[in-house]
């Protein structure tokens, strides 16, 4: 994977790419039929743009994952790019993502801690790249695990225990991808005769993948319109989400060179297509941690612009959904610390504020410090309301998927990748450091 910023010549590119299709304690309705099949061609796409190494594993127990992670951390250094793209089932436990191997044990359904010790950390795994001894300069993380919760048993399914994932309070120098937005399910597949062997997620992204010039950010948004509209003609609310911490821009298939126009999402199904058809389809579950990467409210499919992209959807003209709009975008740029309420209170006027002030602040220090991607788009949209929701401003949020306010660290910590650390620690003292 090549950057716009400058590395050194030796520098490598690494991919890790796992899908698990076979569950060996998961019923036969939740055994996968596509997970591997996308893990192949992700691999391949890795291969075709020259990475250094493509590590791949299928159907892969606990062991065989970490031995194979181990690897990766073996071989890899502190500038070199890592991406690493999983295809499987996922869980959420109290704001962490676990990924799920093949000996997943049964019936560990309400049994948290259990669960977590017999998964895989996706936290502690973007930790062993991007912590204190860093294994990459850049870890992109392609999450593609967003199926129905697998430990969920019959007859205990309930809406507060959604598939889907949240977001992750990821450290700087990171990328994160979701096949899903927060709560949605990702399609495997479209109803019984769909000839791709791909899901929906990955038979749009590959191609973006291999496209040159195009930035990261601009191709996890082209994903997701893509998506979002192919989902929508099952019909199926799926709409990818991703989280941003990278400073320079960042291309996968390098940055030289202009991006091939971006084709138009395929024409919506016939009406016979129904909600009837979605429930034959097979779905993706999975799991995160901390400030959760929104997703604007399903609309219906919208219209293509003159790139041939389609349109992000609009905010609805009601006012309590609305506000609820521009809560949890001023909530992914980090400024609103509560739950999103669709009720306008001082918390909000206080967040928007601070998101002004935070814009102001950046555009005064002229290029003085450094401005991820995320600022960028906020500082190109604009300042916001303080009093009132809008539809403007709930569309200016709509393009910030990362944190734009800093961080409000407590008297004697200091803001260190994103993470409030006690300043005796920053000062090397390793006793602070709890």
């Not at 734009?404 to 993470?419: I, N, W």
Request: glycine share 6%.
């Amino acid at each position: 994977m090549l950057a716009a910023f400058a590395t050194p010549a030796s520098a490598k590119q690494f991919a890790f790419v796992v899908g698990i299709d076979a569950y060996d304690n998961l019923p036969a309705h939740q055994q996968l039929k596509r997970a591997v099949s996308d893990a192949r061609a992700v691999a391949q796409t890795f291969r075709d743009l020259n990475y250094d190494d493509v590590l791949t594993g299928e159907n892969l127990t606990r062991s065989e994952f970490n031995a194979l992670w181990q690897k990766l951390l073996n071989t890899s250094g502190p500038e070199d790019t890592v991406s690493i793209d999983f295809s499987g089932h996922g869980v959420e436990i109290d704001g962490q993502n676990f990924l799920i191997p093949r000996d997943f044990p049964p019936a560990v359904y309400g049994r948290e801690q259990r669960v977590k010790r017999e998964s895989l950390s996706v936290q502690e795994m973007l930790l062993d790249l991007r912590g204190v001894r860093p294994k990459a300069k850049l870890a992109l993380l392609i999450l593609d695990a967003c199926r129905d919760h697998p430990l969920i048993p019959p007859g205990q399914k309930s809406t507060s225990e959604k598939g889907g994932l949240t977001g992750m309070d990821a450290p700087s120098g990171t990328f994160i991808m979701y096949a899903a937005g927060a709560g949605q399910t990702a399609l495997d597949r479209l109803p019984k005769n769909d000839p791709d062997p791909n899901s929906v997620y990955t038979r749009k992204l590959i191609p973006l993948l291999k496209t040159k010039g195009l930035a990261i950010h601009e191709l996890a948004r082209d994903v997701r319109q893509q998506v979002h509209q192919l989902a929508a003609t099952v019909p199926h609310p799926q709409t990818p989400a991703h989280y941003d911490e990278l400073i320079n821009r960042f291309c996968v298939a390098g940055c030289d060179g202009g991006a091939a126009p971006v084709a138009a999402a395929e024409p919506p199904a016939p009406a016979s297509a129904t909600l009837a058809a979605a429930s034959d389809t097979a779905d993706k579950s999975a799991a995160a941690d901390a400030p959760a990467p929104q997703v604007a409210p399903d609309p219906a499919p919208p219209a293509p612009v003159e790139t041939a992209m389609i349109a992000p959807p609009a905010a609805t003209a009601n006012p309590k959904t609305l506000t609820r709009s521009i809560q949890e975008g001023l909530k992914r740029a980090g400024c609103f610390a509560v739950e999103p309420t669709g009720t306008w209170g001082p918390k909000t006027t206080e967040a928007a504020t601070r998101y002004n002030a935070t814009l102001e602040a950046y555009a005064n220090e002229d290029g003085a410090f450094p401005v991820t991607e995320s600022v960028k788009s906020a500082m190109a949209s604009g300042s916001i309301s303080t009093s009132a929701p809008s539809e403007a401003d709930a569309s200016k949020l709509q393009s910030v998927m990362g944190r734009v306010c800093p961080l409000d660290c407590p008297p004697g910590d200091d803001e260190v990748e994103g993470k409030c650390v006690n300043q005796a620690c920053v000062a090397g003292n390793p006793n602070a450091c709890d």
